[in-house]
């Protein structure tokens, strides 16, 4: 069930991560879908976006805040005034989307997190 999972996330989140991109002007060197226990996207030092899977089961404005902010990461690393700034021009409601997602865990099935 979680490959089927990650194989939704491909064909669903990809396009969608794309299209946030070429809106942003922003682009992870490289991205890939996972299904993190913890975390509803990372960014690494080495370019690589992850999200997580499970993005499937949060509202559309939800995942559109977690794509801004992990593509924001790939012009400011740490969380910092100047990267909130940014996320902020990207996405003017990202206070109350960051504590919306921030409580969405329980929107998750217990098999996804195993």
Request: charge should be positive; charged fraction near 25%; aromatic fraction near 10%.
């Amino acid at each position: 069930m979680k490959q089927w999972l990650r194989d939704q996330g491909q064909r669903i989140l990809l396009p969608w991560l794309e299209g946030i991109s070429l809106e942003s002007g922003r682009r992870a060197a490289r991205v890939q879908i996972r299904t993190q226990k913890s975390r509803w996207g990372s960014y690494s030092t080495r370019g690589t976006l992850s999200l997580n899977a499970a993005l499937l089961f949060l509202t559309a404005p939800e995942v559109r805040y977690v794509m801004i902010h992990e593509l924001c990461h790939t012009i400011h690393h740490g969380h910092t005034i100047e990267f909130w700034n940014l996320v902020r021009r990207l996405e003017p409601d990202y206070r109350r989307l960051n504590l919306k997602t921030g409580k969405a865990d329980g929107r998750v099935p217990g098999w996804v997190r195993f």
